[in-house]
């Protein structure tokens, strides 16, 4: 029963290329967020969204954008893919009832910029 | 601003209990949370504790807080080879606020 889908677990393009990565929750959640995460550096906070068409930087934006027209959905896009931004991208989303700590993670998607 | 710091590395025998340690610098955090991530596989939730609470235990695990020094741990009894992962610490102001995340410690696991 997965819960946070990514569309792709490993992803190589070419530098300078605009790259689309895609995020898909079916909890019904309001919040969602992209880190990503680098050896030594743990996860590092990209953007993130309370609601639909609402977007907050986070600590790392430089080089990132992000969309979220439906609340299922949270892409994160790189406009000009550069290789510092070869890493470990996750997806993650929260929100619901009291109930519901912490968050829910997707796989990953391995990004590789060449 | 906030941090959160874990040492990068633990090794521990099968059978032994392992000890890994967290500390944080924001004292407004109220969840505490404490995530594993298994080789090619997303995080996934172990446990968490709220600020007002010093220990909290489900089964292999024991969750210490001492607040005072912003200190965190999550001892696991009995480790087991299924235990090597990345263990991230996280803290957060409420339950679905953005998490702020250590560098992960790797525990590895060995006969």
């Known amino acids: 029963d997965v819960k946070v889908t990514q569309s792709s677990r490993y992803l190589v393009k070419r530098t300078g290329e605009k790259v689309f990565l895609e995020c898909v929750q079916d909890?019904?959640?309001?919040?969602m967020f992209w880190y990503r995460q680098d050896p030594g550096l743990g996860l590092r906070l990209i953007y993130f969204?309370?609601?639909?068409?609402?977007?907050e930087k986070g600590d790392i934006p430089e080089g990132y954008s992000v969309s979220r027209e439906k609340k299922e959905r949270f892409s994160l896009i790189l406009e000009s893919a550069s290789t510092n931004q070869t890493s470990m991208y996750l997806c993650?989303?929260?929100?619901?009832?009291?109930?519901?700590?912490?968050?829910?993670f997707g796989s990953g998607t391995r990004l590789t910029v060449v | 601003g906030e941090d959160v710091e874990q040492s990068l590395f633990l090794s521990v025998r099968e059978g032994d209990s392992s000890v890994i340690n967290c500390t944080y610098t924001?004292?407004?955090?109220?969840?505490l949370y404490w995530y594993k991530q298994e080789p090619g596989a997303g995080l996934q939730l172990l446990t968490y504790?709220?600020?007002?609470?010093d220990m909290k235990q489900d089964q292999r695990l024991t969750v210490l807080l001492n607040k005072k020094d912003k200190h965190l741990s999550l001892r696991i009894a009995d480790t087991q080879t299924g235990d090597s992962a990345i263990y991230f610490c996280a803290e957060s102001i409420n339950h679905t606020d953005k998490l702020i995340f250590g560098t992960g410690t790797r525990l590895q696991v060995f006969p």
């Open positions: 909890m019904d959640h309001e919040n």
């Open positions: 924001d004292s407004s955090s109220t969840y």
């Open positions: 993650a989303s929260s929100g619901g009832t009291d109930d519901n700590y912490g968050y829910t």
């Open positions: 504790i709220f600020s007002n609470m």
């Open positions: 969204s309370y609601d639909v068409k609402m977007k």
